[in-house]
């Protein structure tokens, strides 16, 4: 197999291709738990849509996969390596090639990073809307392939929401072009569509047009303080209710209360066992706060008066609510999403169930969405496997995914399936729809080259 | 071939299968213009999905194709009977199973129509955003399939961005459900994008969950006349760089005005050259709309005053500016979209060609989304078909295409391309990707019994 390497070395310039240990073990996972650690034959970092199309040329034939990577920020393993593979850095291809204020759109390659695609816009009053918890270092790329969510996806939409087209290489090494520049098009099959999402197991994504919003002119935050999490969910219902819709809704139980006192020094709990932020923007921003504040309080729920600099502060925590954990056996954050209004259930459900089986557990939800993260973990034992424990975590998890498929729900909210979450795919999708995308993997991928064993 | 109607006569229950001459006739064609006219063998009344299922059971493996039909109101010719057809009327599939005002989200049959389920959702404070101009009788099932835009699609979306899920039931018969039920969702690829938009080529949408959005609390909407096209067009652009988001920007031109005075007795040509109405919405309304009268008037134009019930008059004639006229071989509308900023140099290209040519020319234009419809017509000469005329007809239609490509933009916003814009198809994409997509269809459909030379 070092011939492949061996061949990569040959048609790429010099620094491109690194076999380095270092690099390898680097660029060997994302921040996801790791089920089969294998180290890539190299690391290859294509500068061009030429450089990706002959990366996958050379592999064609060899039986070597091909493992796309943005930032490696993903937590579902999409990006982990696997057996046999090479990964594929698009960190270099980091270009806005285009930024159309009065078109509303821009083009980028896929190694651009969301916050600068984002400090671009803003200079025109424009913004590029998906914001996972990672823009500030994710990229584009990865975000199409995962089709990111993010805080603000209740009301400006998802990832696929904002792309118009993409320019892919496929599995052969040839290049195309779907989608349209404009904000309609319906002309052939949703090609574009099928793209987003897929992991990088149906081609390389290389470029992205994507369709920019306008920059909020007012932006009000509302934070309110529960003294139980049922308390603060019923507060997300109110606001549906009272027909207003957020920017953003995120809803924190009190380990996340307390988690963020430990790193921050903030007194959160000493407030509350549970806390809802909402942000509301655009032109109506004020008065959409107002009616916020009254449903809320109305719910018997602790309101920051008019100012909103502190709730401003308390999202940017929020925003930082991972901290600096990176999942692992012993630790698993989820992503599943409910209908909102069964939200309090499955929290409910969520406390009884890491109760039942002593395992820690803090949940923090993208409430406008219905999509929670919660996180499981167990007491890591000075080092040493604790086979029992990790029993237990294995036993919440799957019961937390069999609980949100019951209230209608899916496993995965915005955070892709990846290698992780596959073991969890079929209680979700039955047997003729998981045959159908198997079959339209091999339509574009015959060979298998393109990130295998992940997504499908 | 009589043999597939008796047996759908035999499966089904009396009433369900029409092969008389008037029923033939009455669902041969939908609103476009029609290029090989055809009769179906039967006009088939599904009343559940077992009725969809076993219908399309008997046709398998007997040449017979399948055309599905909502309310036949497409303008592209997506269910026009073809040769050796029948025709899939799902008109009585017309229940709201489910419509859940906390999650926002009703699951529908596809025969529902569009105007029905905003009146039911509209009790709860709710809509359904996509509006076609014909959602006062087209189904859910129609819009899906051609992935519907309307009037207010620049701010809310077009079809797929409210469809959550789909019940399909495909070429041999069986049923899939794909999507999730909540807002967001990433498992697996994205088959549900796929569906929407597929004009009934790659299965029949038996059932479709929806997300609903807010009502708007307020609405405001100006009406401004300029004294051409070119000052009203640069409107447009003048409201985006305000970083105003409306949820209507209709633009009309002088023949369109001069139409809507014909039948409805008006005095809009009286008062400009054309028209520009926008519809702003939300808790911001009344604040954006004086940003848009500020913005228009420095630019020119005559702006209603803040009454805006006469604006919003004449919103609902723009509605209904298609008037009673179906498109026919002397008379074609478009729909092609391209970047905004190209708004004015497409349509001076269309004064040109029109003129050139001597076809005559309205149009109209969603003009937040840079999707316009010009109209072409010419004369009538006394019912005897005038083969120079036609052919100067077609040269436009087809000069129109080519320089709305030339500008970035698309041959189908919003309507589809059915069999009358499958000319044009070839233009937009290059045959790679075409050939990806007729693997899809076979994949799909491989006896092409659903919906045969349509779409791709």
């Given at each position: 197999?070092?011939?492949?390497?061996?061949?990569?070395?040959?048609?790429?310039?010099?620094?491109?291709?690194?076999?380095?240990?270092?690099?390898?073990?680097?660029?060997?996972?994302?921040?996801?738990?790791?089920?089969?650690?294998?180290?890539?034959?190299?690391?290859?970092?294509?500068?061009?849509?030429?450089?990706v199309?002959?990366?996958?040329?050379?592999?064609?034939?060899?039986?070597?996969?091909?493992?796309?990577?943005?930032?490696?920020?993903?937590?579902?393993?999409?990006?982990?390596?696997?057996?046999?593979c090479?990964?594929?850095?698009?960190?270099?291809?980091?270009?806005?090639?285009?930024?159309?204020?009065?078109d509303?759109?821009?083009?980028v390659?896929?190694g651009?990073?969301?916050?600068?695609?984002?400090?671009?816009?803003?200079?025109?009053?424009?913004?590029?809307?998906?914001?996972?918890?990672?823009?500030r270092?994710?990229?584009?790329?990865g975000?199409?392939a995962?089709?990111?969510?993010?805080?603000?996806?209740?009301?400006?939409?998802?990832?696929?929401?904002?792309?118009?087209?993409?320019?892919?290489?496929?599995?052969?090494?040839?290049?195309?072009?779907?989608?349209?520049?404009?904000?309609?098009?319906?002309?052939?099959?949703?090609?574009?569509?099928?793209?987003?999402?897929?992991?990088?197991?149906?081609?390389?994504?290389?470029?992205?047009?994507?369709?920019l919003?306008?920059?909020?002119?007012?932006?009000?935050?509302?934070?309110?303080?529960?003294?139980?999490?049922?308390?603060?969910?019923?507060?997300?219902?109110?606001?549906?209710?009272?027909?207003?819709?957020?920017?953003?809704?995120?809803?924190?139980?009190?380990?996340?209360?307390?988690?963020?006192?430990?790193?921050?020094?903030?007194?959160?709990?000493?407030?509350?066992?549970?806390?809802?932020?909402?942000?509301?923007?655009?032109f109506?921003?004020?008065?959409?706060?107002?009616?916020?504040?009254?449903?809320?309080?109305?719910?018997?729920?602790?309101?920051?008066?008019?100012?909103?600099?502190?709730a401003?502060?308390?999202?940017?925590?929020?925003?930082?609510?991972?901290?600096?954990?990176?999942?692992?056996?012993?630790?698993?954050?989820?992503?599943?999403?409910?209908?909102?209004?069964?939200?309090?259930?499955?929290?409910?459900?969520?406390d009884?169930?890491?109760?039942?089986?002593?395992?820690?557990?803090?949940?923090?939800?993208?409430?406008?969405?219905?999509?929670?993260?919660?996180?499981?973990?167990?007491?890591?034992?000075?080092?040493?496997?604790?086979?029992?424990?990790?029993?237990?975590?294995?036993?919440?998890?799957?019961?937390?995914?069999?609980?949100?498929?019951?209230?209608?729900?899916?496993?995965?909210?915005?955070?892709?399936?990846?290698?992780?979450?596959?073991?969890?795919?079929?209680?979700?999708?039955?047997?003729?729809?998981?045959?159908?995308?198997?079959?339209?993997?091999?339509?574009?991928?015959?060979?298998?080259?393109?990130?295998?064993?992940?997504?499908?």
């Amino acid at each position: 197999m070092g011939s492949v390497v061996d061949e990569l070395e040959r048609i790429l310039a010099p620094g491109q291709v690194d076999a380095g240990e270092v690099a390898l073990r680097r660029y060997a996972v994302d921040q996801a738990p790791v089920i089969d650690f294998q180290l890539p034959l190299a690391v290859v970092f294509p500068e061009s849509v030429a450089d990706v199309q002959a990366v996958v040329r050379a592999c064609a034939g060899t039986g070597v996969a091909i493992v796309a990577r943005g930032a490696g920020t993903g937590v579902s393993g999409g990006a982990h390596a696997t057996k046999n593979c090479i990964v594929l850095s698009l960190e270099r291809m980091d270009r806005i090639l285009a930024l159309n204020p009065d078109d509303e759109t821009a083009v980028v390659e896929p190694g651009v990073v969301n916050a600068v695609l984002n400090d671009a816009a803003a200079a025109h009053g424009l913004m590029y809307a998906p914001d996972p918890a990672s823009f500030r270092t994710s990229t584009i790329g990865g975000n199409v392939a995962t089709n990111a969510g993010g805080l603000r996806c209740a009301k400006y939409g998802v990832t696929r929401d904002s792309v118009l087209a993409v320019d892919v290489v496929l599995a052969d090494g040839s290049l195309i072009h779907t989608g349209h520049q404009t904000f309609k098009g319906v002309a052939g099959y949703d090609l574009t569509g099928l793209f987003v999402g897929s992991e990088g197991t149906l081609g390389i994504v290389v470029g992205v047009t994507v369709r920019l919003k306008y920059l909020p002119r007012d932006v009000h935050t509302v934070a309110a303080f529960y003294p139980d999490f049922r308390q603060a969910a019923a507060g997300v219902l109110a606001v549906g209710r009272a027909r207003v819709q957020p920017a953003i809704m995120e809803l924190l139980d009190g380990g996340t209360l307390a988690q963020l006192d430990d790193i921050h020094g903030s007194d959160l709990t000493a407030r509350g066992r549970s806390l809802l932020l909402i942000q509301t923007d655009g032109f109506g921003a004020a008065a959409e706060a107002q009616v916020v504040r009254d449903v809320l309080l109305a719910g018997g729920a602790a309101v920051t008066t008019e100012a909103s600099e502190e709730a401003e502060r308390l999202v940017e925590l929020r925003r930082h609510s991972r901290g600096v954990e990176v999942d692992d056996e012993y630790r698993v954050g989820e992503d599943v999403a409910v209908p909102r209004s069964r939200l309090v259930d499955y929290v409910a459900a969520l406390d009884a169930m890491a109760s039942d089986h002593g395992v820690h557990l803090k949940v923090v939800a993208h409430a406008g969405d219905g999509n929670l993260h919660p996180t499981f973990w167990i007491d890591r034992t000075g080092g040493s496997v604790d086979a029992v424990a990790l029993k237990r975590l294995h036993r919440v998890l799957d019961e937390s995914i069999t609980a949100a498929l019951a209230m209608g729900g899916t496993i995965t909210g915005e955070h892709g399936v990846g290698q992780y979450k596959l073991r969890w795919l079929g209680q979700e999708q039955p047997e003729p729809v998981r045959e159908i995308q198997r079959r339209i993997k091999e339509l574009f991928d015959p060979e298998g080259i393109l990130n295998p064993g992940k997504a499908i």
